[in-house]
């Protein structure tokens, strides 16, 4: 495990038996009478022998440790017995629990937060979330002019973010033959209607993308119901569009949120506080190295980019930022 989260990769690690986290504790001693968790505190002789269990070995103590220190940022959660388990981190605003790959501010068992799997994150988000979480940058194109450039980069994911219908096709149908992940902002091609449940149709039989993305709460809800993923697109003019986004993205539910701009790391972090089990990708202006880490260090869990020069780069590029 050292030489995997030494890697810098983001990783998220399946568990039968939890992790110690306070937040579990009360449902689990309800459940059980007995604290079943990883490293857990609480146990007596007597709880010891009626469930067979000795004390935590210094191997399963030392892997406990490492998971809370989180000493290279990348422990995205844990998923044990039906919790998701995440890093928080302490702001001045408090404590948020989201998926931040930085180090988590205390070396201890408050430094991770707990939510129910079947109620806070749905299959299809926490799949998203695995996708767009592999490197930081999806390369965002405006036309497809620049679309051998962003299959040759290190990018594993493109938003197609203009053109027409009829260069889309190919376009998205040459990303998948090389293995990329292709999402449509269904608003900005040239022949699709944003109005209209068929262009989700569409995309999802002919032109065979992976998602949308889209400002427009219905066809989120048309998108999940064709089996693609669903992004919603924010536009932060202010705090009040701020709010209202929050609210849309909460009554609608979407796989992820675009947050545009994406250089302001107040909007990005309140977005992400407040919504601490969708996934956030910040978009627009970022065109500095510099810019791009600042936004993940807000707590975007990825960044949808134009700037060719960013594609290429890696979580480890942007922790030395």
């Given at each position: 495990?050292?030489?995997?989260?030494?890697?810098?990769?983001?990783?998220?690690?399946?568990?039968?038996?939890?992790?110690?986290?306070?937040?579990?504790?009360?449902d689990v001693m309800k459940n059980w009478s007995a604290p079943i968790m990883m490293a857990a505190e609480g146990w007596d002789p007597e709880l010891q022998a009626k469930w067979n269990v000795a004390d935590a070995t210094p191997a399963t103590r030392a892997f406990y440790d490492l998971l809370m220190a989180n000493?290279?940022?990348?422990?995205m959660g844990?998923?044990?017995?039906?919790?998701?388990?995440?890093?928080?981190?302490?702001?001045?605003?408090?404590?948020?629990?989201?998926?931040s790959r930085r180090p988590a501010s205390q070396a201890d068992t408050g430094s991770f937060a707990s939510f129910r799997c079947a109620e806070a994150r749905g299959d299809s988000v926490m799949s998203l979330l695995y996708q767009i979480g592999q490197?930081?940058?999806?390369?965002?194109?405006?036309?497809?002019?620049?679309?051998?450039?962003?299959?040759?980069?290190?990018?594993?994911?493109?938003?197609?973010?203009?053109?027409?219908?009829?260069?889309?096709?190919?376009?998205?149908?040459?990303a998948k033959e090389q293995g990329k992940g292709a999402f449509v902002h269904i608003d900005l091609v040239r022949g699709l209607s944003s109005t209209d449940k068929e262009s989700i149709d569409f995309i999802r039989g002919f032109v065979g993308a992976d998602g949308i993305v889209t400002p427009k709460s219905h066809l989120i809800k048309e998108?999940?119901?064709?089996?693609?993923?669903?992004?919603?697109?924010l536009f932060a003019l202010d705090?009040?569009?701020?709010?209202?986004?929050?609210?849309?993205?909460?009554?609608?539910?979407?796989?992820?949120?675009?947050?545009?701009?994406?250089?302001?790391?107040?909007?990005?972090?309140?977005?992400?506080d407040a919504l601490p089990d969708i996934p956030v990708i910040a978009s627009g202006l970022i065109q500095t190295q510099q810019e791009a880490a600042a936004a993940l260090n807000a707590g975007a869990t990825s960044l949808s980019v134009s700037e060719p020069s960013l594609w290429g780069l890696s979580f480890e590029d942007l922790r030395q930022s």
């Open positions: 495990m050292e030489k995997r989260l030494a890697g810098g990769a983001p990783t998220l690690l399946f568990m039968h038996i939890p992790i110690y986290v306070p937040s579990l504790l009360g000493p290279h940022g990348n422990v844990v998923c044990s017995a039906g919790t998701f388990i995440s890093p928080t981190r302490t702001r001045s605003a408090g404590v948020r629990a989201n998926m490197r930081p940058i999806i390369a965002a194109l405006r036309s497809v002019d620049r679309l051998d450039g962003a299959l040759e980069s290190g990018a594993d994911h493109l938003f197609f973010m203009g053109g027409s219908v009829n260069e889309l096709v190919p376009a998205v149908r040459a998108a999940k119901r064709a089996g693609l993923y669903a992004i919603l697109h705090s009040l569009a701020l709010d209202n986004g929050r609210k849309l993205a909460q009554s609608a539910r979407p796989d992820a949120v675009e947050l545009m701009p994406g250089v302001i790391p107040k909007a990005i972090a309140a977005l992400a």
